[in-house]
C-alpha cells in the first residue's frame, strides 16, 4: 500500500469521514508487523478494534419478565377506593353548599388566603437561600477557566472545537 495513501486514509479516519473499506485497508495496514515509526502511535488503536471484533457475549439473558400481578391489583384498588373517596366527598359537599352562608364563606377565603401569604413569605425565604449557589457556580466557574491556563495544550483543543 502507498504510504501517502495511508496517510490520507489517518487524516480522512480522523475527520470521521472514511468509508467501511477504507477503514479496513487502515486495519489490514496496522496488523502489519512492520509499521513505519511516525504511524506506530495508531497501530494499537487499529488493533484494537480488530481484536475487540472476537469478543462475544456469553452471560444467558433472562427472558421471563418478572412482574408481579399483586401489585397490578393492589393499583387498581387503590385507584377504585381513591374514586369512591372523592365521589362520596364532593357529593357530600354538594349537599352542604345550601347551608353555608356568607359569614363563613368570606371567613374560609380569609383563612386561605393568610395560608398561600405564609407559603409566599416562606417560598421567598427559601428562593433567597438558594441565591447563593448561584454564586457558588459562578466562583467554580472561574477555577475552571484559571485551570485551563495551567493546561495551555488542552486549552487550544477547547477553542479549536
Known amino acids: ?8 486514509l489517518i ?9 467501511l473499506q477504507e477503514e479496513q485497508q487502515l486495519k489490514r495496514f496496522f496488523n502489519q508487523e512492520t ?16 481484536a475487540s471484533q472476537k469478543d462475544t457475549f456469553t452471560a444467558k439473558l ?3 419478565s418478572k412482574t ?7 393499583s387498581i384498588a387503590a385507584v377504585v377506593a381513591i374514586s369512591f373517596g372523592m365521589y362520596f366527598n364532593w357529593s357530600i359537599n354538594t349537599q352542604d353548599l345550601g347551608t ?3 359569614d363563613e364563606t368570606e371567613l374560609a377565603y380569609n383563612q386561605f388566603v393568610e395560608s398561600l401569604q405564609m407559603v409566599s413569605k416562606n417560598f421567598n425565604k427559601g428562593a433567597t437561600s438558594v441565591s447563593y449557589l448561584q ?9 475552571a477557566y484559571l485551570n485551563d491556563f495551567q493546561n495551555p495544550i488542552g486549552r487550544t483543543i477547547k477553542i479549536n472545537n
Open 35 to 50: 509499521v513505519p515509526a511516525h504511524l506506530e502511535t495508531y497501530q494499537p488503536l487499529f488493533n484494537y478494534f480488530t
Open 100 to 102: 353555608f352562608n356568607q
Open 68 to 74: 408481579n400481578i399483586k401489585y397490578k391489583w393492589l
Open 11 to 19: 487524516t480522512k479516519y480522523l475527520d470521521g469521514n472514511t468509508s
Open 135 to 143: 454564586e457558588l457556580n459562578t466562583a467554580n466557574e472561574q477555577i
Open 1 to 8: 500500500m502507498d504510504l501517502n495513501n495511508i496517510e490520507q
Open 62 to 64: 433472562p427472558l421471563k
